[in-house]
């Protein structure tokens, strides 16, 4: 390590190690990872699990944001598919939207519509008013299905 000489203000030199670097950000390059480092990482799936396929209801109400964090998804969406489907979220007087647990339900259905099955919001709003109940249905079981397949190969593989 070089060191710099500075001046004080009574004329006397000082040596300092030269640590006085430039001041803000630093721009060191980040080391990329080898070939046997990123072996070793396990890839993602494509598909993102979402909050929502665990999510277990254990509050009456939940705010627009907590609901949005479930679907990994901004409150801008939850609140343009409120005002789509005419889901009747309670406020209070400050504004804020509460959803129940069965309007969060009606969301994953319109998320489900929406952004899995790839359907356009006219489309999801004409499957949603002809049969929202079958819908649902649908979706909650083959989610019991999936778990509990998952389930019968853990224990398979402990086996």
């Known amino acids: 390590m070089s060191t710099v000489k500075i001046l004080t203000l009574f004329g006397e030199e000082i040596l300092v190690p030269e640590q006085i670097g430039a001041v803000g950000k630093s721009r060191a390059r980040k080391k990329k990872a080898t070939t046997e480092e990123t072996a070793t990482i396990p890839k993602e799936s494509k598909k993102k699990k979402l909050p929502i396929e665990d999510w277990v209801a254990d509050k009456q109400y939940y705010s627009i944001g907590e609901v949005a964090d479930l679907f990994l998804l901004r409150t801008s969406h939850i609140r343009y598919w409120t005002t789509e489907f005419n889901i009747k979220a309670r406020t209070t007087r400050k504004g804020d939207r509460l959803y129940s647990p069965s ?57």
């Open 103 to 159: 309007q969060i339900e009606e969301l994953r259905t319109i998320y489900i519509l929406t952004k899995e099955k790839k359907f356009t919001i006219s489309g999801a709003k004409n499957i949603f008013k002809q049969n929202k109940k079958s819908v649902q249905d649908t979706h909650s079981l083959r989610q019991s299905l999936l778990r509990l397949r998952n389930q019968l190969a853990t224990l398979n593989d402990h086996i």
